[in-house]
């Protein structure tokens, strides 16, 4: 081969058309997983809502006293009025008070609300249960 016929700005230009493409694809790649992120986050299970504010709203609506367990071991018993992400305002004989979500430890419903995160439960279904033992061997 002789170096006088080779085209060095061929070469070149080639070797930027390479890279030009490969940089593409790498884009389009990152778009697609930031499109598989935002899909997942929107099928989850609560679908935007946090766990504990289906919680408390559901306390609220049912009107289901609680007991609010504070960090410091002291503990107060009322109804929910209304909640945001920082606090719970509750309702202890007519009077109403705020407590911050930051200093409490544990909230404990008086009634069983198990039932709101199960399907089975929310919607009556009775589980289909096997019999304990088998009616005939013979």
Known sequence: MHWESFNFKMLIFKLVRIRFKFN????????MNK??????DKNSLTSGRR??????NYCRKKEIP???????????????????????VLDQNGAQQLYFLSSLCCIKPKNAVNYIFNEAYR?????????????NYS
Do not use: C, H, W
Request: glycine share 4%; net charge positive.
């Open 123 to 135: 919607y009556k279904k009775v589980l289909n249960r096997y019999p304990e033992y088998t009616a």
């Open 66 to 88: 609680v007991i609010l367990e504070m960090n410091n071991s002291y503990t107060s018993e009322g109804y929910i009025v209304g909640f945001d992400q920082d606090s719970i």
């Open 51 to 56: 766990m504990q504010d289906s919680f408390l």
């Open 35 to 40: 499109k598989e992120i935002m899909n997942n």
């Open 24 to 31: 593409k694809l790498i884009k389009k790649e990152k778009k």
